[in-house]
């Protein structure tokens, strides 16, 4: 069912009983942390299935009121083929007179919820990120369409020079040509540029995606469907630290706690990590910096709770080892052995050697 | 002189006063505001011309072994066409053995020693930011070259449908070719993407640019090169705050005090200001946030202590009704309005009027 038939099909519920004098009520699946499982076999963490009922009262009128309000902009904005950042969704609701929100976070809790009400993402609710998504080079032609004609546009991402592709808030109607045989994912946009200055997509056969850090929602989403589409590996290359190990890649493969209705969509299962572990900073001797207390803190957390981690026991030994060690390592370090040492041995030998990723 | 033989220049003068068994010395400019002076007739912060000398004593032996490291380095970069991240170059010395450096903060330091002492722009070294560029869509061709062959690459920025050509992290070799009639510069990602999908770069005949916050140097440098090459007037949306007067729009046009021996090369002293101002909040009865502390702190400091605000009254007269309102709004505010009352309303407005730019 598309989304504005979902929406529909909620509203009519709610005239339908309102004609019947019963009080309406709207569904809508618990988002926390207890109501996600994980399995390795699917991949990604899911609901458990505990829900949560907003039926009309008194004291939800408002609340009521503004949930419908937000079903019906998103039916006029995909009505229309428009779209609307969430900020801007907020600045909508100043006209809405009692149903307006106060602050930005009401509105955004009420489209998580409409979001999971529907289990379909927000871009499909036609509402956008602020943020931008990542950076695209090497073996890919994106196509996309002329929002004004409708027509086919073809976006050749071997035709950038030492620029990139950006990818664009909302990813959903972008279709993929390729004949790569994976995909890279890089932390930093220093490596990234590197990477794309000396053409490495061309010698590996590959596509390079610059995540910038924790990788947006729509950077996600479009290696997501990118790799299904195509049946393409995913490598994933940070630094050697918790936050490579835990923030970005346990984010971008199995999703997060808080979103778990849509962690179906923007979580990348297939990804496998080819970044800096600990057995390389020992192995490549690579410079190092003391653990942060805030690392040591991330280490001990994940190792207790998360539930990726427990599955994986390789991923447990890398941490003890890392937390033992009490050092950890960035992705450019491996300059210490020549700027282009990355390119002419540390890649090529990881991905040679499926025992050195990790899980 | 080209670069690399400015450092020629510069090791030769050492090497000569060794063999003549003088001390060598290096001169570099003071980089401080109190070195610094402003006139709105040449556009952008100035240096005044104070200097410090590093002589090679037993207590600089160090830091000036690592001056010339660093510029052989930078030497051997320039001369194989390659590129070196400041976190690179950081790890690299780590093979200096004495020489090396024990944190990244000295190398940088450095590194803008001899920025300033050749009077060129740390990209001119071959040493590029770890950061990555802003995006650009609309009615421009960029050509680049390929890295391979060295062959013209031509990138029409009108053709990338929801998406964007995503500026690199150096743009010194960059060509340009555009019939555009102006540049729009916009402070958010999601206001960017709002007139990417209207295709507002069309109708208005202009190149949109998504700064993403402070806008980069390579963002800045590529806005600079492009306007003064093709004579284009650079107009700045940004939100009605200190943040995006100040931070954003300030640094954008005149540069910034602790980088006054490159403000020359990022600054863009054509810019104008056509985002939120204080005037627009009353006329357009925008939807408001109170001033944060640290707003009305910003507003404090720059009308006492800015010498680009000092210049224009304009600017004073907005920071002080600000002040006296004790709110900012958003550039999505004007949603309020509808969607796209920025398209059709605010912007053709603002535009035809100059007397609501702010200078």
């Not at 026991?313 to 282009?340: C, D, P, T, Y």
Request: positive net charge; proline residues 5%.
């Amino acid at each position: 069912m598309k989304t504005r038939e979902k929406i529909k099909k909620a509203a009519e519920d709610v005239y339908k009983k309102i004609l019947k004098k019963k009080k309406p009520s709207m569904t809508f699946p618990l988002r926390a942390l207890s109501n996600v499982k994980y399995d390795p076999k699917k991949g990604f963490f899911e609901l458990l299935g505990k829900e949560k009922i907003r039926t009309l009262t008194v004291n939800t009128v408002k609340t009521f009121a503004q949930t419908l309000r937000m079903m019906s902009l998103s039916n006029e904005v995909l009505k229309k083929d428009d779209i609307a950042t969430k900020r801007e969704v907020y600045y909508v609701s100043k006209n809405w007179e009692d149903a307006r929100f106060n602050e930005q976070t009401e509105s955004d809790t009420v489209m998580d919820d409409i979001e999971a009400m529907f289990m379909v993402n927000r871009e499909q609710l036609g509402f956008i990120p602020e943020e931008k998504g990542g950076d695209i080079a090497g073996k890919l032609i994106v196509i996309d369409k002329d929002p004004d004609t409708g027509k086919k546009i073809k976006i050749d991402c071997t035709k950038f020079g030492s620029g990139a592709y950006s990818i664009p808030i909302s990813v959903e109607e972008l279709k993929f040509e390729t004949k790569a045989k994976f995909i890279l994912a890089i932390e930093t946009a220093g490596m990234f540029q590197r990477l794309v200055k000396h053409k490495y997509w061309k010698k590996a056969n590959c596509i390079l995606v610059s995540m910038g850090g924790v990788p947006t929602r729509a950077c996600r989403r479009f290696i997501r469907r990118l790799s299904d589409e195509k049946k393409l590996p995913v490598y994933v290359f940070t630094d050697g630290d918790p936050y490579g190990f835990a923030s970005i890649y346990r984010t971008f493969k199995v999703g997060s706690g808080n979103a778990a209705h849509i962690n179906e969509y923007f979580c990348v299962p297939r990804a496998k990590f080819i970044g800096i572990t600990p057995q390389d900073i020992i192995d490549y001797k690579l410079p190092t910096h003391p653990l942060k207390d805030v690392d040591k803190k991330k280490i001990k957390d994940v190792l207790k709770n998360d539930p990726f981690v427990q599955q994986h026991k390789e991923w447990k030994k890398a941490l003890k080892l890392l937390e033992q060690m009490g050092k950890r390592a960035e992705q450019q370090a491996l300059a210490k052995h020549g700027l282009n040492f990355v390119i002419e041995k540390y890649l090529p030998k990881k991905l040679k050697n499926p025992k050195s990723w990790l899980p």
